[in-house]
């Protein structure tokens, strides 16, 4: 069960990593709080489905692609709260 648990959430973090990109992509004007929480959201979820079935270059490279999407998060929070 463990198993099928970490596999849908690794799916679903993939599918929220390609939305995001595609998002990005496809908008002439990306909402910054979609584009990074959504991000942070699917690496979450890979980490997640990493913790069961581990492979650390993916673990790594899901480590710093949060961090990068928190700080999109904290620049669009000051972007707004600024009124830019």
């Known amino acids: 069960?463990?198993?099928l648990a970490a596999n849908i959430a690794g799916f679903a973090g993939m599918?929220?990593?390609v939305f995001a990109y595609w998002y990005q992509t496809t908008?002439?004007?990306p909402n910054p709080f979609?584009?990074?929480g959504v991000n942070?959201?699917?690496a979450v979820l890979l980490t997640?489905?990493?913790l069961v079935h581990?492979?650390?270059a993916s673990f790594v490279l899901e480590f710093f692609w949060a961090?990068?999407?928190i700080w999109g998060l904290v620049r669009a929070f000051r972007a707004r709260r600024n009124g830019a």
Do not use: K, R, T, Y
Request: with cysteine; aromatic share 0%.
């Open 1 to 3: 069960m463990i198993d």
């Open 15 to 17: 599918a929220c990593i």
């Open 27 to 29: 908008s002439a004007a």
């Open 34 to 36: 979609v584009q990074h």
């Open 40 to 42: 942070l959201g699917g």
């Open 48 to 50: 997640l489905s990493l």
């Open 54 to 56: 581990m492979n650390l």
């Open 67 to 69: 961090a990068i999407a």
